[in-house]
């Protein structure tokens, strides 16, 4: 599998950066927002309607905010497996996978999606707010590896459509094998005329794709998916929907539900730590570390991630505590008001005798008073295959 070239590496600039659709946000009106030092949209009208849209029609995303790192090299395999927690090397050529980079004592610097674009190429992307960190970290574990590691966050756009009609949508503009792709696989493309990357993943609970493009190609492919989508409901969408869609697709968000001082174990997502691994002997960074948190989550978890939905009004902050019978037995991570059902939701790490489905009794301390809140298994929401 190709992949857009690289482009020219910019200046460094000064205050927030902006995405090759800054002008575009801005003639449509969109309410711009700092995001890990970019200027980002956070909404173009109402929130609710946005975030609706993606739910019943679609919904088309600028993502240009996330960091690129390309991978390549005969031992390319080998330092992802030696860096990461997954295991990349049995990667098939086309697919992603979902994976996270720890610290030696196992805390999660940040949670990524890998492609494998080639037989020895792949790239990884990373959250904006981490993207330095992740560079950096890669950097300094391919010591002794036959790899290159290469910045290219300035080398791609990221445009995203979700929902229901995004495969329609697409369809319309592209001659490239949609029907089969399949989830969390990539394969190179035209869209409208513009050389993409189109991969099916994305971070709403919904089918879609994220399409990769040179920046200079961002605009012109903008325009071409609005066109494409006017009949079936298409809409711009920006940060805003983007975190109460996947708070109700019960994904985690870095700094919120993720972070150095939590493993995959304690976060729940253990599945994504791999100790059998073909190259490196088996050996990654944290692994010894995670190791012991394995056996720990499965010997008694301390406390576990559920979802709490609110039998009142009243929306829960991440930082909240949670309580039953007058004390402290968790912390809010992510709280909104959820468009889908209809009623505040949230995401919070629980002691584990309160964390079953069901359990009575638990509440969550909003300024003072404690309303009440049921405790239901993740994700909120899931679509109809």
């Known amino acids: 599998m190709s992949h857009v070239p690289p482009s020219s590496t910019p200046a460094a600039p000064v205050g927030p950066r902006t995405t090759a659709l800054d002008a575009t946000h801005r003639a449509l009106g969109a309410t711009m927002t700092d995001f890990a030092g970019w200027d980002m949209p956070l909404r173009y009208g109402s929130e609710r309607d946005e975030h609706l849209a993606v739910r019943t029609r679609a919904g088309l995303f600028d993502l240009s905010h996330m960091g ?43 949670d990524l999606i890998v492609y494998r674009l080639q037989d020895d190429e792949y790239m990884i992307v990373a959250n904006a707010s981490n993207a330095r960190v992740v560079l950096d970290a890669m950097n300094a574990r391919s010591e002794g590896f036959d790899a ?44 409208a005329g513009v050389p993409a ?12 794709f994220e399409l990769f493009v040179e920046p200079r190609y961002a605009e012109r492919l903008w325009r071409a998916l609005t066109e494409a989508g006017e009949g079936v409901g298409l809409v ?16 985690p968000l870095y700094g919120n539900e993720l972070s150095t001082g939590l493993t995959p174990f304690d976060a729940g997502l ?6 059998e691994k073909t190259s490196n002997d088996g050996d990654f960074v944290g692994r010894t ?3 012991a ?12 991630l559920v979802g709490l939905i609110a039998e009142g009004r009243r929306v829960p902050r991440a930082g909240y505590p949670v309580v039953a019978a ?19 939701i949230a995401m919070a790490y629980v002691d584990a005798g309160h964390a079953e489905p069901g359990t009575e009794g638990v509440g969550v301390d909003i300024r003072g008073s404690h309303e009440p809140y049921e405790v239901v298994a993740l994700p909120f929401y899931k679509r109809r295959k």
Request: charged fraction near 25%.
């Open 326 to 344: 007058g004390a402290k037995v968790g912390e809010i991570t992510s709280g909104a008001p959820s468009p889908t059902l209809g009623r505040p």
């Open 293 to 304: 948190a394995a056996e720990r989550a499965a010997s008694a978890p301390p406390r576990k």
């Open 68 to 110: 690129e790192i390309t991978v390549s090299g005969p031992a390319a395999g080998a330092l992802l497996d030696y860096a990461l927690v997954g295991n990349i090397g049995a990667l098939a050529v086309g697919r992603a996978r979902y994976t996270m980079i720890c610290r030696e004592d196992g805390g999660i610097l940040d």
């Open 289 to 291: 570390a995670l190791e």
């Open 197 to 208: 990357l189109i991969a099916r993943t994305g971070y709403t609970g919904e089918d879609g």
């Open 270 to 275: 253990g599945r994504v730590v791999k100790f």
């Open 236 to 251: 711009p969408c920006g940060l805003s929907c983007r975190d109460t869609l996947r708070l109700e697709a019960g994904m």
């Open 148 to 191: 290159d590691v290469r910045d290219d966050r300035d080398a791609y756009a990221l445009l995203a459509v979700q929902g229901p009609e995004a495969a329609g949508i697409l369809k319309s503009v592209t001659d490239a094998d949609l029907d089969g792709l399949k989830y969390y696989a990539g394969l190179p493309g035209t869209v």
